[in-house]
T-cell receptor, first 111, second 112 residues
């Protein structure tokens, strides 16, 4: 059975800290791994990683895909209170693009 | 560029009733996927529509059905509502069936 596991489930940090969120997956066919940020309702797209693009960076956020270890990390440096959200990892197993999501990591950044 | 929109934002129904949720895809996108997100969980794939045809389905019973219209907007219908159907229903659109999906704000359904 295809599955995606995220850790930790929740995290509390202070502004300015650096955090690393983890995502591991077991899927029959891998095509892509996506990270989303969910603040209230709509998950907002952050990154997509594939075999041809295993590292992405945008401002204080960066992500790396390790195809050998079947995992990915999302790093956030110099965290701000606006980074408080649920971070979702999803894997697209190929064919039509059904996304398989992990349960998410709930990040709380305190002033 | 218009993003993904969904209606209604909130809905309260009772067990046994039927509900229709609507989604307008992002401009230019021809694929719509529906997900159910229960409290504290990640979204679960319900089904996907590509060019008005169902293009894949998750582990949901037949009382969950859908449509996609020529303008690529979509509906999710749920019959014989159960208490466990209470969740956030998310619609996502993409350009093609294998591209990055962009989500709408969701419809929060409460079944009493």
């Amino acid at each position: 059975e295809d599955k995606v596991v995220q850790s930790p489930l929740s995290l509390v940090v202070h502004e300015g800290d650096t955090v690393t969120l983890n995502c591991s997956y077991e899927v029959t066919n891998f095509r892509s791994l996506l990270w989303y940020k969910q603040e209230k309702k709509a998950p907002t797209f952050l990154f997509m990683l594939t075999s041809s693009g295993i590292e992405k960076k945008s401002g204080r956020l960066s992500s790396i895909l390790d195809k050998k270890e079947l995992s990915s990390i999302l790093n956030i440096t110099a965290t701000q209170t606006g980074d408080s959200a649920i971070y979702l990892c999803a894997v697209g197993p190929g064919g039509y693009n059904k996304l398989i999501f992990g349960a998410g990591t709930r990040l709380a950044v305190h002033p | 560029e218009t993003g993904v929109t969904q209606s209604p934002t909130h809905l309260i129904k009772t067990r046994g009733q039927q509900v229709t949720l609507r989604c307008s895809s992002q401009s230019g996108h021809n694929t719509v996927s529906w997900y159910q997100q229960a409290l504290g969980q990640g979204p679960q794939f319900i089904f996907q529509y590509y060019r008005e045809e169902e293009n894949g389905r998750g582990n949901f019973p037949p009382r969950f059905s859908g449509l996609q219209f020529p303008n690529y907007s979509s509906e999710l219908n749920v019959n014989a509502l159960e208490l466990d159907d209470s969740a956030l229903y998310l619609c996502a659109s993409s350009l093609g069936a294998q591209e990055t999906q962009y989500f709408g704000p969701g419809t929060r359904l409460l079944v009493l």
